[in-house]
């Protein structure tokens, strides 16, 4: 994509192009996965087989596992399967992959988009404040948080408010996803497939209370940094847009200050801020690896600290993909997005 | 909104601190991964012993077994023939009778699967049901049948399926509980009830539901200890531990294990393939501050078998008793092996610990700086064990090998044969004698012991103390300490005791609650 004004493709084109090469990307990515957890010596029979199995047990379980056949033709069959929806068996878990994941998934995505939005409420507006009163006091504060923000290690953060406003304070709960009880009282109905979502659409106000209560520590500590970059660029993107020729324009022209930056000098930062939230997401996916870890939430980066940790090839090779197709996604639909929102954009 | 989500969040957390019949059990990771009682061979043990049983138990106390679902057992003099009476009114899961034919069916099926610890069951050549109450083991050599019965792996009694995959989340146990909800990678990653048709009984106030949750996180699980939302945590850190010790509400029970952490040293690499280097390192370290450094995680072991099981004895003449007398011996060892202070040759040791053992972590530090005034250079480095400790640890060349391998090493069954076949015996393929240690004087005494041990355990505990002679004398090996247990429990919980036989095993249907 860029900007031009030569006759656009049609969205559908580009995009079907886009997923093409996109597919092509996640094909490299599983590869060059596999080769670099091949080179790594690990024994995933013997993580299999538990630590203690026989040499015999685990023989067993390696030619059950095709961990005898050459690496190539290990690739081109776990390349064949993930094509047909079998992305391998986890070696730890001694599930497929696929359905560990996607039975995480909704849990992750929830805490990004989450964190995604609270990081734009709360970036936008103080980016704006701070190009707006420039140089001041509010500024100074600003620029002073978003510094924090970006800079603090997440898992500091999740402990520090954990301890003080679960522990401590008893505000909200320590750890884990829902309360069991309330859940299992009120079972949530799967619609979108995102618990509070789904608890919310269906009016199930006693789950959807205690999955958000569970939400909102982990949501705050994944918010932090898109909150922060958000901040910045928001910041830097209107203080640009002033000194253009036509904001000071529309200022000789007499409109509010509150216009100026509202309707005209931030219109110019969405792009930016638009592209940047494709990055953060991606970000913040990997980004709740730790802050899962400490919440005990359950999501795909706990899973994956896990698969990690016990060298679980499959496991991993999966939220690898899964991460690489999330990420193409986003920046695919940030595309699209970016061309509805700016008419100087052309797909092409 | 949020307000009421803050009322909604004082009122009560997440575990199962506010129902008082579900015993909450925190676990650092995913306990299950394998459901197959026969072919359990790792942490799911911990739930599967809630609902599957075997026919004996070890008591550490008393160091006898007892009936679970046998209620007395006969041997012959040779020890070849037992013959085990089952108790009565005991049904499976599904509401079917315990029968003989259902025992020799579990274990011959155990048998014949040969995976897990089933090479416990290798004595055993028939399996006979006398009537419908009673079976008759015909044993090819003498073995103490009690205790094979009571073993913690591969002893399960249930109810044989044709397909292994209907062992999945379901079972077919007679235990007091079943499996109500497997969720991998959920923080409720197993949950059992009470099965109201259980021989125990329900009298009292016991624990109708077990919640097994996995938190990785170590400060979290204290956390979730401190607000009373769950009922046991078994493997925090000291530091953690004794931040909770004293907290209103919790109590920390303590007890050293049968979980030995030991040091191999490679008997076939230079330096230590000289005996006198590694008696030199066995002397130059001071065990007592090695064990002072792990902070109340390990008690001093007084050699490869530790207390509670046949053959323990303290009175092996360990190094380290007179400690200036051990240094000066070191330093001869290592002199007269052509190294120490002066040769102008240094002792270069590379030790390998299981990554994120922070245990073994600190008291490797500790030994690298213990060890290099006599001129050793030691190199701690910490491995994933199955990805990199154990696999490099079998690389056909020895050169590639670790020189220090610490690893833990416990029992599959109340027998201390394990520490010694398994780790100090002649491997023609390498798997956990990992000091790559042959002497075929002690490989003798090990074929021998385990018949001696049913037949004149007398007898098998001064073999015993001649196998450690031996070990201390070839000093393939660092007896670097026994794990403690530090179990953090809730207040509430009444009537636990902590079997080393059940590493980490809480029989929840012996405890009863406020």
């Known amino acids: ?348 | 909104m949020v307000l009421s989500v803050l009322v909604a969040g004082c009122s009560g957390g997440g575990g199962g601190g506010e129902d008082d019949d579900t015993f909450v059990y925190l676990a650092p990771q995913g306990l299950v991964t394998e459901w197959d009682p026969a072919r359990s061979y790792s942490d799911e043990v911990v739930v599967l012993s809630n609902v599957y049983e075997t026919l004996t138990r070890y008591n550490a106390d008393t160091r006898r077994t007892e009936g679970v679902l046998a209620t007395r057992w006969t041997s012959s003099k040779d020890r070849r023939t037992w013959t085990f009476t089952l108790r009565d009114g005991v049904r499976f899961h599904s509401g079917r009778p315990l029968t003989a034919e259902a025992v020799k069916a579990a274990i011959e099926r155990t048998m014949r699967l040969k995976a897990s610890a089933s090479y416990v069951w290798d004595p055993v050549e028939k399996i006979v049901p006398v009537g419908a109450r009673q079976v008759r083991f015909e044993l090819s050599r003498p073995a103490p049948l009690d205790i094979v019965a009571s073993a913690t792996y591969a002893a399960y009694i249930y109810e044989v399926r044709d397909d292994a995959k209907d062992y999945r989340a379901t079972d077919r146990g007679t235990g007091p509980y079943t499996v109500s909800a497997w969720r991998p990678g959920s923080e409720n990653e197993v949950e059992l009830t009470a099965f109201q048709d259980y021989w125990g009984g329900w009298h009292g106030n016991r624990y109708q539901k077990v919640i097994f949750q996995a938190v990785p996180q170590s400060s979290t699980t204290a956390q979730l200890m401190s607000s009373g939302e769950g009922d046991y945590a078994g493997g925090l850190p000291p530091q953690l531990v004794d931040t909770l010790r004293g907290r209103p509400g919790l109590s920390v029970r303590e007890r050293p294990s049968w979980q030995t952490l030991i040091g191999l040293l490679n008997t076939e690499k230079e330096p230590l393939d000289d005996v006198r280097v590694r008696r030199a390192v066995v002397h130059a370290l001071d065990y007592g501050e090695l064990i002072a450094a792990s902070r109340g995680a390990l008690v001093r072991s007084d050699g490869v078998i530790p207390q509670g099981l046949l053959g323990h004895t303290n009175d092996l003449d360990l190094p380290n008793d007179d400690l200036d007398a051990d240094r000066a011996r070191a330093r001869k060892l290592l002199k007269e092996a052509g190294y120490g202070p002066g040769s102008g040759r240094t002792v270069e040791l590379e030790l390998t610990y299981p990554a994120g053992d922070d245990t073994a972590r600190t008291l490797g530090d500790l030994m690298t700086a213990q060890l290099r005034p006599f001129g050793i250079d030691l190199q701690v480095r910490g491995l994933t064990w199955s990805s990199a400790q154990w696999p490099r640890a079998k690389k056909k060349d020895p050169d590639e090998r670790q020189d220090i391998f610490v690893m833990y090493w416990w029992p599959d069954d109340a027998e201390s044969l394990s520490y010694f076949r398994n780790v100090f015996r002649t491997e023609k393929e390498i798997s956990y004698n990992l000091a790559y240690y042959s002497n075929p004087e002690l490989d003798r005494l090990i074929d021998r012991v385990g018949a001696l041990t049913a037949t004149d355990p007398a007898r098998a505990a001064r073999t015993y103390r001649t196998m450690q002679k031996i070990l201390i004398n070839d000093a393939p090996v660092l007896f670097l300490g026994t794990t403690t247990y530090r179990r953090v429990l809730s207040s509430d919980v009444k009537g636990f005791t902590d079997n080393p036989a059940y590493a980490n095993v809480v029989f929840v249907h012996d405890l009863t609650h406020r």
């Open chain 1, 1 to 348: 994509m860029r900007a031009g004004n030569g006759r656009g493709m049609p969205v559908l084109c580009y995009a079907a192009r886009r997923a093409g090469l996109s597919l092509l990307v996640a094909l490299g990515v599983v590869v060059l996965t596999y080769l670099i957890a091949r080179v790594v010596p690990s024994d995933p029979a013997g993580v299999w087989a538990g630590p203690r199995a026989t040499a015999a047990e685990r023989a067993r379980v390696r030619a059950e596992l095709g961990l005898d056949r050459p690496v190539h033709e290990q690739i081109v069959s776990y390349v064949a399967g993930v094509w047909h929806g079998d992305w391998g068996v986890s070696v730890r878990t001694h599930r497929p992959v696929r359905s560990d994941l996607f039975g995480l998934l909704p849990n992750t995505l929830q805490m990004v988009l989450a964190g995604l939005v609270v990081g734009l409420m709360v970036g936008v507006p103080a980016g704006l404040a701070a190009a707006r009163w420039h140089g001041r006091f509010p500024d100074g504060l600003v620029r002073f948080g978003a510094l924090l923000g970006a800079s603090m290690p997440v898992f500091w953060l999740a402990l520090l408010l954990q301890m003080f406003f679960a522990s401590r304070l008893g505000l909200l709960p320590i750890a884990g996803s829902h309360d069991r009880t309330v859940l299992a009282a009120h079972p949530v109905t799967g619609v979108t497939g995102l618990p509070l979502l789904d608890a919310v659409l269906t009016g199930n106000g006693a789950a959807a209370t205690s999955l958000l209560s569970h939400l909102i520590l982990p949501a705050l500590v994944v918010a932090t940094y898109p909150a922060a970059v958000i901040t910045r660029l928001v910041r830097a993107s209107v203080m640009d847009a002033l000194g253009e020729t036509h904001i000071q324009m529309v200022r000789s022209l007499g409109f509010p200050e509150r216009a100026v930056l509202g309707r005209f000098a931030l219109r110019l930062a969405w792009n930016p801020v638009l592209q940047l939230s494709a990055l953060v997401f991606g970000y913040s996916l990997v980004n709740t690896f730790l802050v899962e870890a400490v919440f005990n939430y359950p999501g795909l980066g706990r899973y994956a600290a896990d698969a990690v940790k016990a060298l679980d090839v499959p496991a991993v090779l999966g939220v690898t993909l899964l991460v690489a197709l999330l990420y193409l996604a986003a920046n695919l639909a940030v595309d699209l997005a970016q061309a509805a929102l700016d008419p100087r954009i052309r797909l092409r």
